[in-house]
């Protein structure tokens, strides 16, 4: 059975960092994304990664300051966040593409998600 899982989520004062981790059981994928998202708008591409790293991608709004990696060994990826600002506040989503799209800033093409973790950032 495949599951994510989401930590390390909290709140910050801008210009902060936080560290999520995602966490993948079952199978390894071919990309890994995390996507995020506030009530009322729809879910946001933030980054992703192909499995063996080879390759990331980032949003405009977080390119600079936001980081994905990843460790094989651990099956988890990471998203290192820094110079956090109260508009990066949103639920952050892992999620797990086993196709490798090439469409992979939309959220339909993603097989697996995870519950979502809360990023807060006050100003």
């Known amino acids: 059975q495949v599951q994510l899982g989401e930590s390390g989520g909290g709140l910050v004062q801008a210009g902060g960092s936080l560290s999520l981790s995602c966490a993948a059981s079952?199978?390894?994928?071919?990309?890994m994304a995390w996507f995020r998202q506030t009530a009322g708008k729809e879910r946001e591409f933030v980054a992703a990664?192909?499995?063996?790293?080879?390759?990331?991608y980032y949003g405009n709004s977080v390119k600079g300051r936001f980081t994905i990696s990843r460790d094989n060994a651990k099956n988890t990826v990471y998203l290192q966040m820094n110079s956090l600002k109260p508009e990066d506040t949103a639920v952050y989503y892992c999620?797990?593409?086993?196709?490798?799209?090439?469409?992979?800033?939309?959220?339909?093409?993603?097989?697996?998600w995870g519950q979502g973790t809360q990023v807060t950032v006050s100003s």
């Open positions: 999620a797990a593409d086993q196709r490798f799209s090439t469409y992979f800033t939309l959220p339909s093409v993603y097989d697996y």
């Open positions: 079952g199978r390894t994928f071919s990309r």
């Open positions: 990664l192909s499995w063996n790293g080879s390759r990331t």
